[in-house]
């Protein structure tokens, strides 16, 4: 079967949605949670136990009756006796009585008796453990400053679902409810593979008409921030042969497969060639995009195997919109376009393609409204400008270009939102 100019288009969203049919979640493994900012939970979590577990207090002051202080004004304050003194972390060992309060800190546990605490800054008296009296200068209702059993959380409610992925509000209910383990999704093992004879390593002198091998590196990087674990491979030749045993061989110890350079229609373009002779499934081979319309992807012992564009612009824009997905997909993630977001193009962009096109882009906001705008020149071989990118800007095919000042659509790269 001869791939090369034989190509039946589909959509980055009929791409996406053969890939995810092959992208469901790895196994589960237990890891501390310290370990786990970042990664998605495999399992459902349920409070275990009310938060507060008692009554507490919300600032420091006293406990009081509101009834003993209905009264109390600055220039009339209600005179009360403490007859205590409890610190966070230690439980009140008497109630209070009417005309009694408690000298009360932050988080601590509300007497019995008390159904108010008035802040520190409402009342005059001695600050000392000795202190026996105090003045409050204003009243207050019942229940104030005090949060009741269960006020944030009840036993029994569910607090995480299944494929969160864990930040810093996670971390902390995870810790208040005992979760020293967390079971995760595995992290994905992600080799990559860039291909051509020109490609020299990284540490390797330049040579007349060779690069160093920049893709590979880039992919890494993206890999790493979508949560996956990156292998980057040595650089492959143009011999679709090596290419295919290069392939074979590293496909049982990882769970995709993402390649650079190979998939155009020129003469050494040798992802073409390995897609031709090879005994796995061919999911799609062109995509309505640019850049990066060759991307094509197949499914080869049971792994993925997603074939970018070789020029860096477009391995870049191929592996946000389609790698990256799957990776989120393995770790237990769901819908790919969840984080896209609506912004004025801050230029004109007079540009018009047959395919929809995905411009790396630099946000602002400027007024409160988020503004984007090309990161440099937009062309695929392009590399330097991927630096500066934080989204890719989505701009519908046809037309004569965009003007400024038009919404677009923009989805955020790398690990940026």
Known sequence: MKLKFGRNIVSVEEARLLLAKHAAPLGVERIGLAAAFGRRLAVDVHADHAVPHFRRSGVDGYAVRAADIAEATPEAPAQ??????????????????PGTCARIMTGAPVPDGADAVVMLEMTDGVEAEAATRVWVKKNVEAGSNITPIAGEIATGEQLLACGTRIGPGEAAILATFGCAEVPVYRKPVVAIFSTGAELLGIDAPLEPGKIRNSNSYMLAAQVEAAGGTAMVRPALSDD??????????????????????????????????VFERFDGELLFNKVA?????PTSAALWNGKLLLALSGNPGASFVGFELFAKPVIDWMLGGGEPNALQQSALLDVDYNKPSAYPRYVRGTRTVVDGIVRVKPAGIDKSSIMVSIKDADCLIYLPAGGQGFPRGELVTVYPTGGSR
């Open 80 to 97: 009360l006796r403490v007859v205590e003194h409890i610190p966070s972390g230690t439980m009140p060992q008497l109630a209070i009585q």
């Open 240 to 273: 679709p042969a090596e290419v295919e045993a290069a392939l074979r061989e590293i496909l049982p110890a990882v769970d995709l497969v993402v390649t650079s350079g190979g998939v155009s229609v020129g003469d050494y373009d040798v992802l073409v060639g």
């Open 289 to 293: 995009m640019r850049p990066g319309t």
